[in-house]
């Protein structure tokens, strides 16, 4: 029988790419996202190229109700999550603490922070009721370290880092294993988001250098996935070559 992995975010970037290498390793998959267009297309481009099962459901974890309806609501089939990646996040805006604006601070709270903890409440007891799974929380470099303009994200990304501590503890007894993977500069559409809508800006970020793809993550999630039972990589932190923090790049 195919393990089920669940992932949010799944639309675009790095949540597609990992559902794709997921595919190829044989999971049936659960896809989340807000955009059901792009929901489905995914979806269909998965059944194609890999045989498999795909439930997709347009989601907005940002929205507890509706995250606690749709999943105590999957069919039985689907109830037997082996895998939760919580991929789906944002970084908006790149204003002063003092400047801040208030929308783009309860987006990336909410989004971020809420969102995983929405998320995970509601299939880690599917997974305790099944004596085991596995979960990989996509933070950031900026769970590390904190950078100008960065305030908001960096303390949502560095509250996701201590959280995934948490979980590690409160679900070991339980055989569920928890990891959490840390990137770098990855070129997809969240400097677009970031910058909102600007893709000037958004493409100055990745100037001069090559930074990481969604494909790299997806290889970290795969190399997570696939070490025995008694390993469990705690912490994974992914840079390109030319980025030695969050705000040392090497450009040409």
């Known amino acids: 029988m195919n393990k089920i992995a669940f992932i949010t975010g799944a639309t675009a970037g790095i949540g597609e790419a990992c559902a794709k290498k ?8 659960i896809i989340s996202g807000r955009r059901k267009e792009n929901l489905e297309k995914v979806k269909q ?17 940002r929205n507890q109700d509706q995250v606690a309806t749709k999943i105590n609501s999957l069919p039985e089939e689907w ?4 895998l939760l990646l919580n991929n789906a996040g944002l970084a908006v805006g790149v204003s002063a603490v003092q ?5 783009d601070w309860e987006r990336m709270i909410d989004t971020n922070l809420k969102g ?4 995970t409440r509601a299939i880690t007891p599917l997974m305790i009721a099944n004596k085991k799974g596995q979960i990989i929380n996509i933070t950031s470099i900026a769970g590390k370290e904190v950078y100008p303009g960065g305030n908001v994200y960096c303390a949502t990304k560095h509250a996701v880092d201590a959280i995934t501590k948490g979980m590690r503890i409160d679900l070991l007894p339980h055989n569920i294993k928890v990891s959490s993977i840390a990137p770098g500069m990855v070129e997809t559409e969240f400097s677009v988001v970031r910058f909102k809508g600007d893709s000037k800006k958004a493409d100055q970020v990745y100037q001069g250098f090559t930074p990481l793809y969604a494909e790299d993550i997806a290889e970290t999630v795969e190399f997570i996935v696939t070490r025995p039972a008694h390993v469990n990589i705690n912490d994974i932190l992914i840079m390109p070559t030319n980025q ?9």
């Open 22 to 29: 997921l595919a190829k390793l044989g999971f049936n998959l």
């Open 45 to 61: 481009e998965l059944i194609a190229n890999y045989k498999i099962k795909v439930l997709a459901i347009e989601l907005d974890v």
């Open 79 to 82: 109830t037997k999550i082996d």
């Open 99 to 103: 400047e801040g604006i208030i929308d």
């Open 244 to 252: 030695a923090s969050a705000r040392d790049v090497n450009r040409a």
């Open 116 to 119: 995983l903890l929405y998320v």
